[in-house]
């Protein structure tokens, strides 16, 4: 069964730096792109960046565009979410999730983490 791993998450202080970790493993046959969301307490999730596997394109949304840069590390199967100048309004629980084939023919799923905590300080 495929697993998606998130670490990384913490107390910050406004302004200051978290680097944010996934690693997705398991029968993987063909991994397609790889995304982080957050969940503020009372809102809805939302999206904030995400990295196509082949080719490294990448997207952000603009409330973090410029602060926060994502990236991939092939060999370990990981995504980075480098997050700089941290706000308060940044506190929220951040997931990932792996789009994801197991094997040959297979439609791709959508495989999610169960997230980690990240709180901004002001």
């Known amino acids: 069964q495929v697993q998606v791993v998130e670490s990384g998450g913490g107390l910050v202080q406004a302004g200051g730096s978290l680097r944010l970790s996934c690693t997705a493993s398991g029968p993987i046959f063909k991994r397609y792109a790889m995304e982080w969301y957050r969940q503020a307490p009372g809102k809805e999730r939302e999206f904030v960046a995400a990295i196509a596997w082949s080719g490294g394109t990448t997207s952000y949304a603009d409330s973090v565009k410029g602060r926060t840069t994502i990236s991939r590390d092939n060999a370990k199967n990981t995504v980075y979410l480098q997050m700089n100048s941290l706000k308060p309004e940044d506190t929220a629980i951040y997931y990932c999730?792996?789009?994801?084939?197991?094997?040959?023919?297979?439609?791709?799923?959508?495989?999610w983490g169960q997230g980690t905590q990240v709180t901004v300080s002001s």
């Open positions: 999730n792996a789009l994801i084939s197991i094997g040959a023919g297979i439609d791709p799923t959508r495989y």
